[in-house]
């Protein structure tokens, strides 16, 4: 991305400016000129250049680009995102958009252009455990030592391209909520709608311990049965075969559909896969990806 700024002398010497950029790791930033010599009154235009150099893809990186006189300087902050599988980082809810699509109609909008091949993990099933609990006040808030809520720790290894975990239950008058946790920090929560089929995802989470809790904000009984299931993605992990299908050449802006079916037929239950492509030898992380088999299918 190139842009413009116009720089203004408001002192009242004759001054010169010279550039220096901070922060914004992995990109590469160009300020052209580099230094400027303004006169009192007297403005100048300089061109700011932003390419990616090992920043990562779809995340933001912050820094600021700093022009230094004698006796004044001015300051801009400057946030970049590469832009690599959505043009949106985040939906209107909020949440992180794209990551999240079905293997029988996925969809990418690319902010490159170039040849394209892509890869997956292939499937592996959503571990589920059942679990029962003493009911909680009705209504009450979220408190991760009261009753009524059940913890649930998991370990996320380095490497990983996403957890998944899933709450629900088969009462109609329980309602559910459900909480991921790294340590002290809240990941994801899902707790807006009366729902007992809750899910919180982490696309590329920092390995370490994770707890997931779940919370029966509104119990249908003394006692709360549910079920509650995970799946932990890696990155470079083989499971079970998948075939990726996706064109050959993707276009800046132009969307593009994909789709990712098992090679055999699966057990019955949720899956989860990871995408990745490369263009132009560059590699560009892609989606988590699910698919879902019926015992009626």
């Known amino acids: 991305m190139t842009l413009t700024r116009t720089l203004t002398n408001v002192g009242k010497a004759r001054e010169t400016y010279r550039s220096s950029v901070s922060g ?43 022009w230094q006189g004698k006796a004044h300087s001015a300051r801009i902050p400057v946030a970049a995102r590469p832009w690599g599988i959505s043009a949106r980082p985040y939906a209107d809810d909020g949440e992180e958009f794209a990551r999240m699509t079905n293997g029988a109609f996925g969809m990418v909008q690319p902010g490159f252009t170039g040849s394209l091949v892509g890869r997956s993990t292939g499937y592996t099933p959503m571990r589920r455990t059942s679990y029962s609990m003493p009911a909680g006040v009705y209504g009450g808030v979220f408190d991760p030592s009261a009753t009524g809520v059940k913890k649930v720790d998991f370990t996320v290894p380095a490497n990983t391209a996403g957890i998944v975990v899933e709450a629900n239950t088969a009462d109609p008058n329980t309602n559910l909520d459900l909480y991921l946790y ?50 932990i993605i890696g990155r470079n992990a083989t499971y079970s075969g998948a075939t990726l299908t996706l064109p050959s050449t993707s276009e800046r802006g132009q969307g593009f559909n994909f789709t990712l079916k098992p090679n055999k037929p699966l057990a019955e239950g949720d899956f989860w896969a990871y995408t990745e492509y490369r263009t132009n030898g560059t590699v560009v992380p892609g989606n988590l990806v699910y698919t879902q088999q019926s015992s009626w299918q």
């Open 24 to 66: 914004l790791p992995g990109m590469k930033v160009t300020v052209s000129p580099a230094s400027v010599t303004l006169a009192p009154g007297t403005s100048a235009t300089v061109t700011i250049t932003l390419r990616r150099g090992s920043a990562p893809w779809d995340r933001y990186v912050t820094g600021s680009i700093t």
């Open 182 to 231: 790294k340590g002290d920090t809240l990941i994801y929560s899902s707790d807006r709608f009366w729902t007992s089929a809750e899910q919180a995802y982490k696309f590329l989470p920092e390995p370490g311990r994770y707890t997931a809790y779940v919370f029966a904000q509104y119990p249908g009984g003394p006692v709360v049965d549910f079920e509650l299931g995970h799946a």
